[in-house]
């Protein structure tokens, strides 16, 4: 906790009882070089990096349903089923808030898709875009 007394995160959340953030200095000082930057962060951390960089694009990418989400977590053989429904609640409540956070939405319906639907929307806002 230190790091956020320190004002040291640009973002923080706690899940599932770990801390989790992501350090100031180094991403301040890519874009001070002129270098995009790509976080992977939830929904309370796209919020606080959205109060620091307002004019950032922020992507957010969804299961195609929580159905199709849980059978992805159960695939990975690494879950246990109260994280899996801990993960999927968070899923629940961060999909029906994205649209207010987020400019972006891409449906990961099928992986190799995602990617190019990623890839494509770098440098635009404001799109709704799905992998169908």
């Known amino acids: 906790m230190s790091l956020v007394a320190e004002d040291a995160l640009l973002e923080w959340a706690e899940f599932g009882g770990n801390l989790y953030g992501t350090p100031r200095r180094p991403v301040e000082e890519w874009?001070?070089?002129?270098?995009?930057?790509?976080?992977?962060?939830?929904?309370?951390?796209?919020?606080?990096?959205?109060?620091?960089?307002?004019?950032?694009?922020?992507?957010?990418?969804?299961?195609?349903?929580?159905?199709?989400?849980r059978r992805r977590l159960q695939g990975r053989g690494d879950t246990s089923e109260g994280d899996i429904r801990l993960r999927l609640e968070r899923a629940r409540r961060d999909l029906a808030s994205a649209p207010e956070v987020f400019d972006v939405l891409v449906v990961n319906r099928d992986l190799e898709r995602a990617v190019d639907l990623v890839d494509a929307v770098i440098g635009c806002d404001g799109r709704v875009v799905d992998s169908r």
């Open 31 to 69: 874009l001070a070089a002129g270098d995009d930057v790509l976080l992977d962060i939830e929904i309370d951390g796209a919020r606080q990096i959205r109060d620091t960089f307002p004019t950032a694009l922020f992507l957010f990418i969804a299961p195609p349903g929580l159905e199709e989400l």
